[in-house]
Structures are given as C-alpha cells and as structure tokens.
C-alpha cells in the first residue's frame, strides 16, 4: 500500500480526474473532500462490503427457494 | 436471443428486455446484463436473471407494496449515469433475501435497484446518510408472519 503524509487543504491526485483533499482534522476523524467523475460510485467502505455481502446471500437461490414464493 | 435461466430454464428473450448495470451491481461488478421475469403464480415478485449466469439470480420485489413510505433522494450522479429525464421513466425494486421462510426473509431498503425504464439502464443505489438498512422484514405484519411460517413449514 502506498502511503503518503498530507496536511489539512493539500490532495491526492488518482490518475487525470480523481482528486482526494484533507478538508480538515479533529481527534481521531478525518474530514475528506472527493472529487470523481460522475461514473465512479464512492462509498464508505464498511457500507459498501455490507450491501456486497447482502447481495451475495440474497443471489443464493435454488427453485426450492424460489417455490417459496409461489406457496409450493 | 436465448438465455439459460435458474427457474425456468433456457428461454427466448428480446434484446430490448436486457436491463444494463454498467458497473454491476456491489459484488458482481463483472455481470451487467440481466432480464427482468416474472413468476407465473405470484405477481408481487420478480427475478432479475443474469443474462450470461444461469445460475446467477436475484428475488426483486416493489418496496412499497411493504413500505408504503419509503423515499430516499436519488443522487446526480445516478440521475446522470441512468440518463433520467422524469421522475416517471424510473422503477424502483427492493432485492430480497430469501431464507427458509418468508417469515425471515428480509428486504434490502439501504440499496435499492434503480431502472430507468427508457433505456433500460439500471443501477444498485448505495444510500448513504439513511435509516434504511439491509434487512428489514419482508412481511413486517404479525398476522402475515404467522401465515407465511404455518405454510412454510407444512412444505
């Protein structure tokens, strides 16, 4: 992992179109202004895993399953 | 063209009922064509079907007929991505997580699926800044709880 020290106003810039600014510091929590296009979703992570791991148990579906629906 | 289906095994669809999620939905961002079918013995439901993975599948489901208050705010960014024009050309599902009984099945309100009807783009919405979560009971109701189990059980 690439890591890199940055101070409260400066960037990250991620190839031509992401930028990644510190907007501000207090305590524990950092404050992150993102600049993306439009394409590129942005998440929080623990968010993100969340709705993958719910979308990975609800696609394990068998016809039995499914039957359940239809009252069979 | 024809397309090998979990429930109803390998069927005709046209190509105009391929919905595209151009970045595939949050754990399967490598499938992004999938149809929309409808099963025969209960309306209130839908499969949203990989088009390339038979064995790829999701229960689909209106939010409102359940929650008749959810709303959340659709971002820019996905007005953009899905090119929507009116509120009126976008459909909104709830994926649900079926388990051994309809009674413990829950519904997804925190990502709901988003279809612009118009050109059949689709999308996953991960809302953010919301109450809604990733469960919430399919049938919220004590009185269709206990019928759902009865029948589940007599299977």
Redesign the interface.
Known sequence: MLVLTRKIGESIQIGDDITIKVVGVDGDQIKLGIDAP??V?I??QE??Q??????????Q???G??D????? | MKIDT??FGEINIDQEKVITF??G????QDEQEYTLLN????Q??Q?LQSVHTRE????LTVPYFTYQDYEFDLD??TV??LEIEKPEDVTVYS????HD??KN?TL?L??PVVINVKNNRGK?V?L?DTNYK??HPLQPESEGQAHAST??EN?
Do not use: C
């Open positions: 439009k394409h979703d998440h929080r968010i993100y969340m709705i993958q791991e719910e979308n990975k148990a609800a696609s579906l068998t016809r399953v499914i359940l629906l239809s009252g069979k | 979990l429930y151009e970045n939905l949050p754990g399967f099963l025969p013995d209960n209130a439901f499969i790829l599948a999701f229960v820019q960014g953009s991505q994926i649900v997580t079926l009984s309809l099945s997804n925190q990502a996953q991960v953010t990733t469960k029948h589940a299977r």
